[in-house]
């Protein structure tokens, strides 16, 4: 039977990306493609609940490949493909490829990988492909590697119920200097807020400054920055490791709850 694969991504159903992806992926197995029918970066796992979605069959720009775009989120996406759409059983979920990283604390924010969240909570091994660039992008090198990886969860040597996040410095695969598993880095943002006036009532953006990058070794920023391709393992549980001393801080809150003391 072949490998049921869904491909999404967070910058449209369009996306260069998100088909060069597909090429590679066909070789490997059957593919779907349900994607947004419009840009989503920065929506995170946000999820359509209050209004109806809406999907249509599209053209695919790659022949005999099925493809659907979702007027909502990535996450939709993938919750409308594992429910509704896919005919055969998927074993595979791709979320991209997107252009430009996806790093660090963006990943909370992250459309593409909040649609391999998706999976990851159906159990199904998901992966984010991202290329850390805007201009002139290497999409060849990063399909090639979802092609490989597929290849390998073919052949049943991938753990199953994994998230992985993978970037890819911006490079020809010859320039490339190798591959660096990861834990996450530290990249933030002084956000901005720029108000204007419609000719009925003010309104305001919120646009995202210049990152400021925490370059550690051993995180997917510092991978980049050195040239490597960076593979972080994600998981959902956001728990910090703070527990011990949070433990001894907060221990009196239960007698001053009951008491009615202050919980300062």
Known sequence: ????????????????????????????????????????????TAVTLHQPLRVRPVKPLIPKIKAYSVEGTPADSVILALGMLAENKVNLIFSGINEGANLGDDVLLSGTVGAAFQGYFHKLPSIALSVASWENVHFDVAAKLG?????KIMAGSFPQGILLNINLPNLPVEKIEGIEFTRLGQRSYADLIKPGYDGKREYYWVVRGNPHWTIEQGTDIGAIETGKISITPLHSNLTGNYEASLREYLSSLPRELRLGGALA
């Open 1 to 44: 039977m072949d490998l049921g694969i869904l491909v999404t991504n967070d910058d449209g159903i369009y996306a260069p990306g998100l088909w060069m992806l597909v090429e590679e992926l066909q070789k490997v197995g059957q593919v779907i493609v349900v994607a947004p029918d419009r840009e989503q970066s920065g929506i995170g």
């Open 147 to 151: 092609g490989l990886l597929a290849s």
